[in-house]
């Protein structure tokens, strides 16, 4: 399946979507049709996205791969500043920690970078009787 986007950018994107509506691929046109970014997407067996890869033409401009803890993403490795060999130069590790209530909802996480903390989400659930 094939849908088609237009946003007030004055871009397209086009996204192909398997069977199950996941999103295999991304493209972003310009209102000439050329492709400004490519983004190609894979999933874990269980339906988890596992891993994303951005270009920009043929030159890579990102990698995304995600672990997870159950449901919850446990690790981000986020990988940029690609050589021409299109080995990364640079991976950021981002770590989530997240606590959890007695219904087993989280009520925070906290985003780790490179072993620093950086955000902290917090929310409290109010739960009817």
């Known amino acids: 399946m094939i849908k088609s986007v237009n946003f007030n950018d004055g871009n397209y994107y086009n996204y192909i979507m398997d069977e199950k509506g996941k999103i295999m691929k991304e493209e972003k046109t310009s209102g000439n049709s050329s492709v ?14 596992e891993r994303t890869i951005s270009y920009y033409g043929n030159i890579i ?15 981000l490795y986020y990988s940029t500043k690609f050589g021409k060999d299109n080995k990364p130069k640079q991976t950021i590790v981002v770590t989530f920690k997240y606590k959890f209530d007695k ?3 989280w009520t925070e996480i906290i985003k ?11 929310r409290e659930i109010e739960y009817y009787k």
């Open 36 to 49: 400004i970014l490519q983004s190609n997407f894979s999933y874990t067996k269980d339906g988890k996205l």
């Open 61 to 75: 401009s990102d990698k995304k791969k995600f672990e997870y803890d159950n449901h919850y993403i446990s690790k």
């Open 103 to 105: 219904q087993k909802n």
């Open 112 to 122: 780790n970078v490179d072993g620093k903390d950086k955000y902290k989400w917090v």
